[in-house]
């Protein structure tokens, strides 16, 4: 969190529905020094929604968080919320309240107090102060939990204090910064869970940066793919992952065949093999779960190529298949588990795919 306890926050911006919880608009920031922190950043998130900063370390997710939050300044650009320009507002008058994975709850300070700190320094009411103790542990899951010290808690239960005290000044916007980077990885599921459920119920939105594409995949509403301080591409999770734009991407997201090479018409040339796509383009990008392998794999699959069966990896519920063109290239094939073929390492296989299953990329 910020100034500890949060923000008296009720105050900001209009709240018609239409207008959106946060924007930043061309931001980009040059650290003193010169390195560069991020390029050009331009979002929007609505109201209510669950939005994700995705991408991998140093590609700006921190910077952008902190310049929403009012913990550091634009070197140009403007950041909006609820409509309202935060041009010289400091951290502790916006309506943003920020967690981290290093959660500072006061030790020496009950559960309840913690919750409370925000409010108590704003001067609320008694009253409401108490009001909001109890809703926000009930949100939580902590009802009962109110005279603990954060010592006698588990890492999870600590984690959602601070999620409780984070969201007791009634933030318009919750950011968090990889609030479950520290947690195994057990932990770290039952807290994507309950993060997502405390959102959904709560209907603040938050805005979330994580480097885990499986936590921005499964949590997000939507969410930014971000590269070298720049957005690669916004949408809804199935979006970026069914319908990538970038060869970053579609390789940040999942596993990939990708292709590359010189267009002629619908097909593409490469590394000597010829592939027909849905459209043409340079590069195109085909998920392991869509390549088919088996000795015969069928006429449908329009584009079939013979090679040698390389490897069998196995997966749990699924199985793995790198199959070795006469070329040289190297496509993998995901299949569950219980339709696979009956293949063994070194036979010679069919693999293949359906054309309208490939992704033309632009780069
Ligand atoms: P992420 O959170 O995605 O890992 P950051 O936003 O922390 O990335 O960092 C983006 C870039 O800005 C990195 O190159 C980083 O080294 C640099 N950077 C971050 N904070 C500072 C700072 N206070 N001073 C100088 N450079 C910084
Ligand atoms: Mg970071």
């Given at each position: 969190m910020n100034a500890p306890g949060g923000n008296d926050t009720r105050?900001?911006?209009?709240?018609?529905?239409?207008?959106?919880?946060a924007e930043l608009r061309d931001i980009r920031k040059v650290y003193e020094g010169g390195a560069r922190g991020v390029e050009e950043v331009s979002l929007t998130v609505g109201r209510g929604e669950f939005f994700s900063l995705l991408g991998p370390s140093g590609c700006g997710k921190s910077t952008t968080l902190r310049i929403l939050a009012g913990l550091e300044r634009p070197t140009s650009g403007e950041v909006r919320i609820r409509g309202e320009s935060m041009r010289g507002r400091p951290a502790h008058r916006r309506p943003t309240n920020l967690v981290f994975q290093r959660l500072a709850l006061f030790p020496h300070l009950t559960v309840a107090d913690n919750v409370a700190f925000g409010p108590r320094l704003h001067g609320w009411p008694r009253k409401r102060i108490a009001e909001t103790v109890r809703a926000k542990l009930e949100l939580v899951g902590?009802?009962?939990?109110?005279?603990?010290?954060?010592?006698?808690?588990?890492g999870g239960q600590q984690q959602r204090v601070a999620i409780a005290r984070a969201l007791a000044g009634e933030p318009a916007v919750l950011l968090l910064d990889e609030p479950l980077g520290a947690l195994d990885l057990r932990l770290r599921v039952q807290m994507q869970q309950a993060l997502k459920r405390i959102q959904h119920d709560s209907g603040t939105t938050f805005i979330y940066v994580t480097h885990d594409q499986i936590e921005a995949l499964t949590m997000s509403d939507r969410m930014a793919v971000m590269n070298e301080g720049r957005i690669e591409q916004i949408g809804s999770p199935a979006e970026l992952y069914r319908s990538p734009r970038t060869t970053f991407t579609a390789t940040f997201l999942g596993d990939t065949n990708l292709f590359e090479g010189v267009s002629r018409g619908d097909v593409l040339e490469t590394d000597g093999i010829s592939i027909s796509l849905p459209r043409p383009g340079r590069i195109a990008s085909v998920r392991p779960e869509h390549v088919a392998v088996g000795a015969r794999i069928g006429e449908r699959f329009t584009n079939r190529f013979r090679g040698r069966l390389e490897d069998v990896i196995f997966q749990g519920a699924s199985l793995r298949y790198h199959v070795r063109l006469p070329s040289g290239v190297l496509l993998t094939a995901e299949r569950p588990a219980d339709t696979h073929p009956d293949l063994s390492i070194g036979d010679d296989v069919e693999a293949g795919w359906d054309p309208a299953s490939a992704v033309v990329l632009d780069h």
């Amino acid at each position: 969190m910020n100034a500890p306890g949060g923000n008296d926050t009720r105050t900001t911006g209009t709240t018609a529905p239409d207008v959106p919880d946060a924007e930043l608009r061309d931001i980009r920031k040059v650290y003193e020094g010169g390195a560069r922190g991020v390029e050009e950043v331009s979002l929007t998130v609505g109201r209510g929604e669950f939005f994700s900063l995705l991408g991998p370390s140093g590609c700006g997710k921190s910077t952008t968080l902190r310049i929403l939050a009012g913990l550091e300044r634009p070197t140009s650009g403007e950041v909006r919320i609820r409509g309202e320009s935060m041009r010289g507002r400091p951290a502790h008058r916006r309506p943003t309240n920020l967690v981290f994975q290093r959660l500072a709850l006061f030790p020496h300070l009950t559960v309840a107090d913690n919750v409370a700190f925000g409010p108590r320094l704003h001067g609320w009411p008694r009253k409401r102060i108490a009001e909001t103790v109890r809703a926000k542990l009930e949100l939580v899951g902590l009802t009962g939990y109110e005279k603990r010290h954060p010592a006698q808690l588990s890492g999870g239960q600590q984690q959602r204090v601070a999620i409780a005290r984070a969201l007791a000044g009634e933030p318009a916007v919750l950011l968090l910064d990889e609030p479950l980077g520290a947690l195994d990885l057990r932990l770290r599921v039952q807290m994507q869970q309950a993060l997502k459920r405390i959102q959904h119920d709560s209907g603040t939105t938050f805005i979330y940066v994580t480097h885990d594409q499986i936590e921005a995949l499964t949590m997000s509403d939507r969410m930014a793919v971000m590269n070298e301080g720049r957005i690669e591409q916004i949408g809804s999770p199935a979006e970026l992952y069914r319908s990538p734009r970038t060869t970053f991407t579609a390789t940040f997201l999942g596993d990939t065949n990708l292709f590359e090479g010189v267009s002629r018409g619908d097909v593409l040339e490469t590394d000597g093999i010829s592939i027909s796509l849905p459209r043409p383009g340079r590069i195109a990008s085909v998920r392991p779960e869509h390549v088919a392998v088996g000795a015969r794999i069928g006429e449908r699959f329009t584009n079939r190529f013979r090679g040698r069966l390389e490897d069998v990896i196995f997966q749990g519920a699924s199985l793995r298949y790198h199959v070795r063109l006469p070329s040289g290239v190297l496509l993998t094939a995901e299949r569950p588990a219980d339709t696979h073929p009956d293949l063994s390492i070194g036979d010679d296989v069919e693999a293949g795919w359906d054309p309208a299953s490939a992704v033309v990329l632009d780069h």
